[in-house]
């Protein structure tokens, strides 16, 4: 299943509200941790929803580690009833993030990704680093947009973190940002030159295993954008 941080208002209003009636469901049959839910298609029945909407909801409630599915038997509850209850009260109350938020939220975990990319990357990682650097260099020396190959380089670090939750943070964070871009806003005034060196600069700290001069150049790559969203 596709997780998206931003959704569409219709498509998360008939997504909530099927994961409600399955709480509903859960709580009335008041089902425990490993209890067994009933199929897709019974759900889909008696709520009288579409099955695919029943899968959807399935999978984002497997998503937030609530529920869990079993081959040859299933999805049962992975939690207790009143942990299951708490979660999916906050599930359903979450608003789509701001381009602040999702901004804020990347420069943190990015501090942390190149401090441990730091002290863990191997030869292939510094490859592909210096290979997504490259990319972004050719793109902005002849003018072109050039904020994928940027955000490339940046998942390219958290790669080398060699800590998949946060990699997996990073992919659930890009899209958003891609789709949310206040290029306008953010970017004015920046300078080329200027703008590559502060990467070249990550990636050099990065080769030196130096995670504190790392994490010191990649503040320097935020300062601006950190600014913006701080005023």
């Not at 509903?24 to 099955?51: A, C, Q, T, Y």
């Not at 730091?118 to 904020?147: C, M, P, S, V």
């Not at 958290?158 to 899209?175: D, F």
């Not at 949310?180 to 005034?189: K, L």
Request: net charge negative; charged share 30%.
């Amino acid at each position: 299943m596709k997780i998206s941080l931003i959704e569409n208002n219709s498509k998360k209003a008939i997504q909530n509200d099927v994961i409600c009636k399955i709480r509903d469901l859960i709580n009335s049959r008041k089902l425990e941790r490993g209890d067994k839910l009933p199929s897709e298609r019974i759900m889909s029945e008696k709520f009288d929803v579409k099955r695919n909407h029943i899968r959807e909801a399935i999978r984002k409630l497997e998503f937030y580690g609530v529920l869990k599915s079993m081959s040859q038997s299933g999805t049962v509850l992975a939690i207790g009833l009143t942990g299951f209850n708490g979660i999916v009260e906050e599930i359903i109350s979450l608003d789509s993030p701001s381009f602040n938020e999702l901004v804020e939220t990347r420069i943190s975990l990015e501090l942390k990704t190149v401090w441990l990319a730091a002290q863990r990357r191997t030869e292939e990682d510094l490859e592909r680093i210096k290979d997504a650097l490259y990319a972004f260099k050719a793109k902005i020396l002849n003018g072109e947009d050039y904020l994928e190959e940027d955000l490339l380089f940046h998942l390219a670090i958290a790669k080398a973190s060699k800590n998949s939750t946060m990699i997996t943070l990073m992919l659930l964070l890009t899209p958003p940002i891609l789709s949310t871009y206040e290029r306008e806003t953010v970017c004015e005034g920046d300078v080329v030159i200027s703008e590559i060196k502060k990467h070249e600069d990550i990636y050099d700290a990065i080769v030196l295993q130096e995670p504190q001069l790392a994490v010191d150049m990649m503040k320097k790559h935020f300062f601006k954008l950190t600014q913006h969203i701080e005023n």
